[in-house]
């Protein structure tokens, strides 16, 4: 009986609920009252404000508000018409009429609102926003590359390193060497990527505040501009040191700079600072321990194994025979520094040894990796793809050999200087050296797409 | 158009006066029609006309309520 009783006195409540409902529904289809603030529109009205908001032309903020101050006179206009004595759908028409067409009012809307004042203000809050944009973007791209560097350090020293040796054993002309890649310009660069798009994103979105232009019509001009801007900058006048990881980057800074002014969001953009926290912690705590232990392990043989160097002095012949099997002893030292690409060199040798010579010079070979030695030992042999050096200076012959050497300028990053003579019977002869050296290209992105090897 | 002619604005201005009206309210004040009539009623031409003087820095908008508490968009004359 119990449940019996449950189930009727459910029925019940559910025909009263049924009923309130129709009722309620009834009443309110029935009822004409005046319209008053806040009720809504009938639907001729909203579908007038649909469409001049449609035509309007105007950025998001300007368009709501219009939309409310033409709905809210609508409201009063057909109230005040229905007080006169018409019903509601009359009273409805004749408030619309007498706002025109909605896509003529739309437009003069539009003009009043696009003056000129108002796109130089966007144009100018513009470009002061996606200066701000720019430092918070170069914060963001600093952290995520920092980040990005421990996942990439425990990745590719842990778990992916048989897969990075397998790689590195059968692809040998790929270099991962640091300077060959100017990793530097390269994590900068990816930092400039990432400070561009920010920039972009709230720069388009204040010339669209400001300009009260919409962002879809402001933001493919804004994109043009500036990726034009920042081609012409990257390619033409930035430099930096490259390699074609930096050149394949700086190109992308005006591609992200486009991206980020065309891709649709919202205009707030909040820098998850606490999310990169933790991961950052994460990381960490990951990439600590990962690197000790990959250290301890990879270190264990790596210096271990002998090699000879004499197959590597055969090579060097190709510049020119050496001189005497002894070098007499130089009396300053000797050797040479390289700053990334700037060479100097300073020998001294007995005067009476150099006495000998005419056209004492240095010269810069291309070098490349000596498989004879093992990789940690950085042993370089005479480029055999090339049968001359790249440049050569002249010896100043003032107490000892002095000169310098700009390679910076070639796609080339290893170098064996060779100090060379001419002799008695009138061959060359290597002298002294080599010395190894290193350089960095240094130049536009352009300088780079022309410089040769 | 947009832009309107000087006494078309001076009514309009004359019209709100140092009160702050409601395009609606502002419409009730006007004798004349605002503006030289370009669609089928002045009304038409009322909020650009409007808008124009605000964004001219002539008008300040807000949004506020009146005596009775109903808040509507409401302009009046900029204080310099």
Redesign the interface.
Known sequence: MDSVALAVLVGVVVALLFWLVRARRRGGAAEARPLG?GDRLPSEADEFLAAVDRNLGLHSEARA??H???A??LR??IE?IEAEGLDRDRATREAL?????PE??AR??????H?T??LLAGAAGGVFQTGFGFVGGWFIGTVLVMLGLLAGTVLLNGLLKPVVDFLAAHLPSVSTDADDLATNSAYAGLAVCVAVFTAARQGVRAFSRYSQRPVRSVAPWWALTGALALAYLVLFVVTANQSWLTVLIELAIPVSFAAGALVKGKAGFRIPWARLGVAAMALTLIAVPALLIASSVSGAGQMSGGWSIDGLMRDYDRVAPQWEANTPAMETGGGGGCCYGIVFEDVGLDAAYVAQFHDIRFEAWRAVPWSGAPDWAEQYTVDPAFSGPYATAPANIAGSLTSQLDLRHTRTTRWLIFLTGIGPDGHRYRLIGPDQARSVFSGTVWDWLTAGS | ???IDRASRERLLAAIGDDRL???EALGRLETPPLPP????A???L???L??LE??GQLEAAWLPNASG????RYGRRRR
Do not use: C, I, K, N
């Open positions: 603030a508000e219009v409310a101050e033409l809210d006179h009063d206009s005040a009429a007498r706002l025109g067409r003529e009012l003069q809307l539009r003009e009043a609102h003056t004042r108002r | 158009m947009a832009s409601s395009g609606f370009e669609g089928p009623s009304e038409a031409s909020y650009p006309a808008h124009r964004a001219d109903t808040v509507r968009r």
